[in-house]
């Protein structure tokens, strides 16, 4: 029989049964997309946690009291630290000798900024840090200039804008050398930043950036801030944690054998976190849609033992006119995998389509996971092949003269 023909018969053989074929294809559209659903948003999701790692300095080592990401609630002993604060930066920079470029990083409060008529929503983040913020956030001046030493030593009411804010204030006007106004205070605009894009609605570009220490005399300078450092090379990251570390632990009196009470990143240890929270993703969605295709594979099997009944008559025309045993197999098992690949087809576009969701909603590139796709449709033919062996097995047995008086 050609393989034409096995497909007709396939075809005819799920629409003489609607309600029954229905059903099954059901349970293989939803353990098929199941599976590319949940792999589908783990790789937009994945896709998009890099393109955002790659806007950040891969060779920046991060410092902050607790861990930068977090599972589940934090442990006594960890909420319990004492603060980072901007002495302890201070001091970090004094002794650091592979390390370079070090930067306060502390949003200090949400404002509203004013020049003249025009005014920003009150959600603005007045961020304090000194000239080596730009670069280790990978910031790029579209005009003006960077924080200078002095501005940073002698508390100078200068600031940089984020690109939000520069739209929002001077639609008609050139930034630069203007005079801003939020929190009752005047600063003139120095610098303005091109513009980097947001994260799950969270704009990296709706900030101001003033010197810590004018931050520190309008709003105080008792909290708790993150820190971060500049690896001299990609290659001398592990070298630059290293000092960190132990610097950190003699500025905070961490006694030896106690374990360390402040959290270092970079991009390597924030990559390693995420993986492990998609593979955790990944194996929870094969999970479900290996228990649904099992059920769904017993559906298959039902739905051609019913088939194999219907035409006794059938196997056993062909049986007489020459047929093989091997023949009357491959034709059932045929049949089988052509209806689990056809559940696996709408499962599958079901499932990159409602995947892709996430990325609209992030707003970033959508993503087709091939690999499950190859895997989706593998994964097909093996249920195909497992569970259309023995209804296939049982057609080749039947005897061809009681097949043909079957009524």
């Not at 060779?59 to 960890?78: A, Y």
């Not at 470029?101 to 983040?125: L, Q």
């Not at 101001?208 to 450092?229: K, S």
């Amino acid at each position: 029989m050609h393989i034409k023909e096995v497909l007709v018969q396939a075809f005819e053989s799920l629409r003489s049964s609607k309600l029954r074929s229905s059903l099954t294809l059901l349970a293989l559209v939803i353990g098929v997309f199941s599976v590319i659903v949940s792999t589908t948003a783990v790789a937009v999701l994945d896709n998009y946690f890099k393109n955002t790692m790659s806007l950040m300095g891969t060779d920046v080592v991060n410092i902050s009291r607790t861990p930068s990401i977090q599972m589940g609630s934090l442990s006594d002993d960890i909420r319990n630290r004492k603060d980072i604060t901007f002495e302890t930066a201070e001091r970090l920079e004094d002794l650091m000798r592979v390390g370079r470029g070090m930067s306060p990083d502390e949003v200090f409060r949400a404002s509203e900024i004013k020049y003249k008529d025009e005014e920003t929503e009150p959600n603005v983040y007045v961020r304090g840090s000194n000239e080596n913020y730009l670069s280790n956030n990978s910031y790029e001046l579209e005009d003006g200039r960077n924080f200078t030493q002095d501005d940073v030593q002698y508390g100078r009411n200068v600031v940089i804008l984020g690109k939000d804010v520069q739209d929002v204030l001077f639609k008609n006007e050139y930034p630069v050398g203007k005079e801003i106004r939020f929190d009752g205070k005047p600063y003139t605009v120095i610098g303005i930043l091109g513009a980097k894009g947001q994260i799950f609605g969270q704009s990296f570009d709706n900030f101001v950036l003033i010197p810590y220490t004018t931050a520190m005399n309008a709003y105080g300078g008792n909290r708790n801030i993150n820190i971060q450092v500049r690896a001299p090379e990609i290659d001398f990251i592990q070298q630059t944690v290293q000092e960190v570390t132990g610097i950190l632990r003699v500025v905070r009196k961490v006694s030896p054998g106690e374990n360390n009470d402040f959290e270092i990143s970079t991009n390597e240890t924030l990559s390693g976190s995420f993986d492990a929270f998609t593979g955790a993703l990944y194996i929870g969605g094969f999970a479900i849609g290996l228990i649904t295709l099992l059920g769904a594979g017993i559906g298959v099997m039902n739905i051609m033992l019913v088939s194999v009944s219907e035409r006794t008559r059938e196997i056993g025309v062909r049986k007489a006119v020459g047929a093989t045993r091997k023949a009357i197999v491959s034709q059932f098992l045929t049949e089988t995998v052509f209806i689990c690949q056809l559940g696996g087809i709408i499962g599958m576009i079901l499932g990159i389509g409602v995947g892709n969701l996430m990325a609209v909603w992030i707003e970033t590139e959508a993503v087709i996971p091939v690999w499950s796709v190859v895997g989706g449709f593998l994964g097909m033919l093996i249920v195909g092949l497992i569970f259309g062996v023995y209804p296939a097995y049982k057609a080749s047995k039947l005897d061809p003269i009681e097949s043909l008086r079957y009524e």
